[in-house]
């Protein structure tokens, strides 16, 4: 699986947008790109995932480059609720080839939002 | 279905002594993984399953570390002769597999262990 670069910490406002990049400039072309978070003393939670598409949810979007070698999730209005350390991970999906499913955590970047 | 539960949340023991956490997926999971998250750092893969069988181990998993998910259903992962580096936080996640791209694992709150 194809590593990631992650800043270790972000500040943003709240109300405001909160993008959190990732790099990841050695992906190949069946990885997937997936965003997990995780709130202080809580289990990781699954935020988005894609391959080469924007995606959105109601949680976030995420906005791949046309290269793949790098992302972006936008968190559109952030709340404090919204301050925990977010993972970008990528992968091959186990049913498509890949390892049989374990992510591979970096340190994540922490983000934090304030009031 | 409230999602993945583990129990306890908490344990504190003594060197040596063995421990064993619990985890109940969400219903219908078919798999199920065990993880170890030490301060500052992010979860660590340790052992995953398919139904009732155990698919892979990482080299993390030591012989003092043993898992089980006798029935497919809830998994159990015991620590025997514990040591103090055995004090982290044990998380179990499960997902529903079907085949396509989509193998969103969910997360428990975790066992924190201390080890004294």
């Known amino acids: 699986d194809a590593k990631t670069t992650q800043p270790t910490s972000m500040d943003c406002a709240e109300g405001r947008a909160a993008n959190l990049p990732c790099n990841h400039s050695?992906?190949?072309?069946?990885?997937?790109v997936y965003w997990y978070r995780q709130i202080h003393s809580q289990g990781p939670q699954y935020i988005i995932h894609?391959?080469?598409n924007n995606e959105t949810n109601e949680m976030a979007s995420l906005i791949i480059t046309e290269d793949r070698k790098s992302s972006t999730l936008i968190l559109p209005h952030a709340t404090l609720r919204d301050t925990a350390v977010y993972y970008c991970?990528?992968?091959?999906?186990?049913?498509?080839?890949?390892?049989?499913?374990?992510?591979?955590f970096g340190k994540g970047t922490k983000l934090s939002v304030k009031p | 279905d409230t999602g993945v539960s583990q129990d306890p949340r908490h344990k504190i023991t003594k060197r040596g002594q063995n421990v064993t956490f619990r985890c109940d997926p969400i219903?219908?999971?078919?798999?199920l993984y065990w993880y170890r998250q030490t301060l500052g750092q992010g979860p660590e893969f340790l052992t995953y399953?398919?139904?009732?069988?155990?698919?892979?181990k990482s080299r993390l998993l030591s012989d003092r570390f043993s898992a089980e998910r006798p029935k497919g259903s809830f998994s159990t992962l015991e620590i025997q002769r514990t040591e103090q580096g055995d004090s982290a936080m044990y998380l179990c996640?499960?997902?529903?597999?079907?085949?396509?791209?989509?193998?969103?694992?969910?997360f428990g709150p975790g066992t924190r262990l201390t080890v004294l």
């Open positions: 050695t992906i190949s072309g069946n990885e997937y």
């Open positions: 219903s219908e999971h078919n798999r």
């Open positions: 399953f398919q139904n009732e069988a155990q698919l892979e």
């Open positions: 991970i990528v992968r091959v999906p186990p049913n498509y080839g890949g390892s049989q499913g374990n992510l591979i």
């Open positions: 996640a499960s997902s529903l597999s079907v085949g396509g791209p989509v193998d969103t694992q969910y």
């Open positions: 894609g391959l080469k």
